[in-house]
Nanobody, 119 residues
Framework: QVHVVESGGGLVQPGGSLRLSCAASGSIFTIYFMTWYRQAPGKQREFVASITSGGTLNYADPVKGRFTISRDNAKNTVYLQMDSLKPEDTAVYYC?????????????WGQGTQVTVSS
């Protein structure tokens, strides 16, 4: 069994910062890449940032220069440092882990964590 759990969301004022965490646990052999997505009310889920096992980073244009993705391989955990937050960053943030486990290679989602940027 594999579990992916996000944490760190909350309410923050415009210009503020938050750090999200995503931990994968279970019978995991290797994590190939981990990705953050977000979904705002009434909108489709969209890509935010990703990091591969080798450390290759990728960001969506709206968050470049403000968000930083990083990874602790020993803890099977990925972080999303979000700075200079804007109201349009308000969304539920989801983590996806593409990994190999006793069940083979698969893609696993967390339950999401709410981020609200408002004064």
């Amino acid at each position: 069994q594999v579990h992916v759990v996000e944490s760190g969301g909350g309410l923050v004022q415009p210009g503020g910062s938050l750090r999200l965490s995503c931990a994968a646990s279970g019978s995991i052999f290797t994590i190939y890449f981990m990705t953050w997505y977000r979904q705002a009310p009434g909108k489709q889920r969209e890509f935010v940032a990703s990091i591969t096992s080798g450390g290759t980073l990728n960001y969506a244009d709206p968050v470049k220069g403000r968000f930083t993705i990083s990874r602790d391989n020993a803890k099977n955990t990925v972080y999303l440092q979000m700075d200079s937050l804007k109201p349009e960053d308000t969304a539920v943030y989801y983590c996806n882990a593409n990994l190999g486990s006793t069940r083979g290679r698969g893609s696993y989602w967390g339950q999401g964590t709410q981020v609200t940027v408002s004064s």
